[in-house]
Structures are given as structure tokens and as C-alpha cells.
Nanobody
Framework: QVQLVESGGGLVQAGGSLRLSCAPSTDIFSFNFMGWYRQVPGKERELVAQISKRGITYYAESVEGRFAITMNRAKNMLYLQMDSLKPDDTARYSC??????????WGQGTQVTVSS
């Protein structure tokens, strides 16, 4: 069973930065896509950023220009650099892995809280 372990969440003031990390238990390049989702209680889970094996990225409009998703194959890690954070970015962020056509593997998530 694939495991994904996130780290790096926390409390930050508006305008600050955080970097989230995700460690898969298997080769990160065994997945066609890796992504970061976020969820606020009472709302649907939102795809924040995604990166393909080829390095093609996608960002939600709400984070475009502020967040950056990267992969480090040598370290077998996925990252989400979050800059210029806003209170609306407060959510639980989860790493996800997509082997083929759907995100089948999920981490437990890490809480990000942005204070105003």
C-alpha cells in the first residue's frame, strides 16, 4: 500500500510563507501526476496544484503566482512552496498521487493556518 506523509504546515501571518513536503513510500516517478489538495470544513476538496512526471504544472486560479509545486526525484519528495499567504489559504493540505487517471492515494494532511 502506498503511503504519503506530509509535513511543513503550521501557523503563519498573512503575507508569510510556508513550504509543505510530501514523502511517498514508493518511487515518486511511478505516478503520472502528483498533487496538493486542500479542504476547509464544510467545503469541497480543492485541487491547488498538480505536477506531471514531465514537469508540467497546473495551479488553481486562487494560488497562481503565489504557490509553486516541485518534485525532487533524487530525494523522492514533493513540495509546495506557498508565498504571500492569505487568510483564505487556511485549510488542511493533503498530498495525493495519481498513477493513471485518478488520484488513488492520499496523505493524512497537514494544517495550514494563516492569521490576518
Amino acid at each position: 500500500q502506498v503511503q504519503l506523509v506530509e509535513s511543513g504546515g503550521g501557523l503563519v501571518q498573512a503575507g508569510g510563507s510556508l513550504r509543505l513536503s510530501c514523502a511517498p513510500s514508493t518511487d515518486i516517478f511511478s505516478f503520472n501526476f502528483m498533487g496538493w489538495y486542500r479542504q476547509v470544513p464544510g467545503k469541497e476538496r480543492e485541487l491547488v496544484a498538480q505536477i506531471s512526471k514531465r514537469g508540467i504544472t497546473y495551479y488553481a486560479e486562487s494560488v497562481e503566482g503565489r504557490f509553486a509545486i516541485t518534485m525532487n526525484r533524487a530525494k523522492n519528495m514533493l513540495y509546495l512552496q506557498m508565498d504571500s499567504l492569505k487568510p483564505d489559504d487556511t485549510a488542511r493540505y493533503s498530498c495525493a498521487a495519481r498513477p493513471t487517471t485518478s488520484y488513488d492515494y492520499w496523505g493524512q494532511g497537514t494544517q495550514v493556518t494563516v492569521s490576518s
